[in-house]
């Protein structure tokens, strides 16, 4: 018989084979597998028990809504990690993760140990705030000589040749519903008023929306310093200086409506449906 069977007498078996295999998928469907049922064998159990998490962790993270609830304390980086990434923040708040401080934040510890002392003041180092949110490496870890380097490059700053008014300040003030923990690297006097200050080791912001998203750290130091203070918040002013490239970058001129606008649209942005 042309053409020929492939499977000539092999056939009927290969067949009734498929024919079973649709009818125990069909009672599996009417059956579903019982993820907390034991058999005894501790791999397949340890194997359930791996699939009833991830399908838990699937089913929330496909729910209509992933409500993002601010804890009573937060801080500044955290805020700015929430405006710059509303869904991110969301699941990490559901399902916090430790991370490895990152060479940033380790780098900048350094630097700021050695800005303390040529200060002559105590630094409160939070790991979290060190680094700054978003702030990009840009090298390898910081050795003796690239510290050097920093330092040579600070001392020879308009900043070093001013005598700051306050020098890492440890602050917290409610915004938008929770408790925000600022950590002001320096405070000086201007013309204009006040500014503070937070040193970074890392790059400068690549372009104007990178900076929109890093500038809510200084938007939130200006508003704790003027509650702090008693000084209005117009009178305010704030900077990043990036120590590496000698750079000073003024930013967070937003008033405290605009503050508060932009964590609320963010809150309402990550409790959006999946």
Same mark, same amino acid.
Request: proline share 6%; charged share 30%.
């Given at each position: 018989?042309?053409?020929?069977?492939?499977?000539?007498?092999?056939?009927?078996?290969?067949?009734?084979?498929?024919?079973?295999?649709?009818?125990?998928?069909?009672?599996?469907?009417?059956?579903?597998?019982?993820?907390?049922?034991?058999?005894?064998?501790?791999?397949?159990?340890?194997?359930?028990?791996?699939?009833?998490?991830?399908?838990?962790?699937?089913?929330?993270?496909?729910?209509?809504?992933?409500?993002?609830?601010?804890?009573?304390?937060?801080?500044?980086?955290?805020?700015?990690?929430?405006?710059?990434?509303?869904?991110?923040?969301?699941?990490?708040?559901?399902?916090?993760?430790?991370?490895?401080?990152?060479?940033?934040?380790?780098?900048?510890?350094?630097?700021?140990?050695?800005?303390?002392?040529?200060?002559?003041?105590?630094?409160?180092?939070?790991?979290?705030?060190? /680094?700054g949110?978003? *702030? @990009?490496?840009?090298?390898?870890?910081? $050795?003796? !000589?690239?510290? %050097?380097?920093l =330092?040579?490059?600070?001392?020879?700053?308009?900043?070093?040749?001013?005598?700051?008014?306050?020098?890492?300040?440890?602050?917290?003030?409610?915004?938008?519903?929770?408790?925000?923990?600022?950590?002001?690297?320096?405070?000086?006097?201007?013309?204009?008023?006040v500014?503070?200050?937070?040193?970074?080791?890392?790059?400068?912001?690549r372009?104007?929306?990178?900076?929109a998203?890093?500038?809510?750290?200084?938007?939130?130091?200006?508003?704790?310093?003027?509650?702090?203070?008693?000084?209005?918040?117009?009178?305010?002013?704030?900077?990043?200086?990036?120590?590496?490239?000698?750079?000073?970058?003024?930013? /967070?001129?937003?008033? *405290? @409506?605009?503050?508060?606008a932009?964590? $609320?649209? !963010?809150?309402? %942005?990550?409790? =959006?449906?999946?």
């Amino acid at each position: 018989r042309w053409p020929v069977d492939p499977l000539g007498v092999r056939r009927p078996r290969r067949e009734a084979a498929a024919a079973a295999v649709v009818t125990a998928v069909g009672e599996r469907v009417d059956r579903p597998l019982d993820l907390l049922a034991r058999t005894g064998d501790e791999t397949v159990d340890r194997w359930r028990e791996d699939a009833r998490l991830l399908l838990e962790e699937r089913a929330a993270r496909s729910s209509r809504e992933q409500d993002v609830t601010l804890a009573g304390h937060l801080s500044a980086s955290a805020v700015v990690n929430l405006v710059t990434d509303p869904a991110a923040f969301a699941q990490d708040r559901r399902r916090p993760v430790p991370t490895e401080p990152t060479l940033v934040s380790r780098r900048g510890t350094r630097f700021h140990e050695w800005v303390e002392h040529f200060y002559g003041r105590a630094a409160l180092l939070d790991v979290e705030d060190v /680094g700054g949110s978003g *702030e @990009d490496a840009d090298g390898a870890a910081l $050795t003796d !000589a690239a510290l %050097a380097e920093l =330092q040579t490059t600070f001392a020879a700053s308009a900043w070093a040749q001013r005598e700051p008014v306050a020098v890492e300040v440890d602050l917290e003030t409610p915004v938008a519903g929770t408790i925000v923990r600022c950590r002001i690297d320096a405070v000086f006097d201007g013309p204009d008023g006040v500014e503070v200050v937070d040193w970074k080791t890392g790059r400068p912001p690549r372009d104007p929306a990178q900076l929109a998203e890093r500038e809510m750290q200084l938007a939130l130091y200006r508003l704790a310093w003027s509650r702090a203070s008693g000084t209005p918040l117009a009178d305010v002013g704030a900077a990043f200086y990036y120590v590496a490239h000698d750079e000073t970058v003024r930013a /967070g001129a937003l008033t *405290e @409506d605009e503050i508060v606008a932009r964590i $609320t649209r !963010a809150v309402e %942005a990550g409790s =959006q449906p999946a």
